[in-house]
């Protein structure tokens, strides 16, 4: 069974940081590409970024510079590093298992004073 566990949200001040995690299981990590998505109120689902099996990354305008996805496969994980935070990163994120579609439940972030 493909399973999906983010966590790492919260609430953060503007210009600052926060780091998502995602735990996978039932799947083969390691041969799978994953990907950040989040969704904000009244919004569609914005794809941020991704990671191929391989580590080669690539970035929504919106987050590049900011944002930095990087997977640590001895442990089945895909990390979103998040800086210099903005009111409208406020979401939910979740991530993505490209080979498999399953989706995690998402973990909320809201940038906030």
């Known amino acids: 069974q493909v399973q999906l566990v983010e966590s790492g949200g919260g609430l953060v001040q503007p210009g600052g940081s926060l780091r998502l995690s995602c735990a996978a299981s039932g799947f083969i990590f390691s041969r799978d590409a994953m990907a950040w998505y989040r969704q904000a109120p009244g919004k569609q689902h914005e794809l941020l970024a991704t990671?191929?099996?391989?580590?080669?990354?690539n970035y929504a305008n919106s987050v590049k510079g900011r944002f930095t996805i990087s997977r640590d496969n001895a442990v089945n994980t895909v990390y979103l590093q998040m800086n210099s935070l903005k009111p409208e990163d406020t979401a939910v994120y979740y991530c993505?298992?490209?080979?498999?579609?399953?989706w995690g439940q998402g973990t909320q972030v809201t940038v906030s004073s």
């Open positions: 993505h298992s490209v080979g498999t579609a399953a």
């Open positions: 990671i191929s099996s391989g580590g080669i990354t």
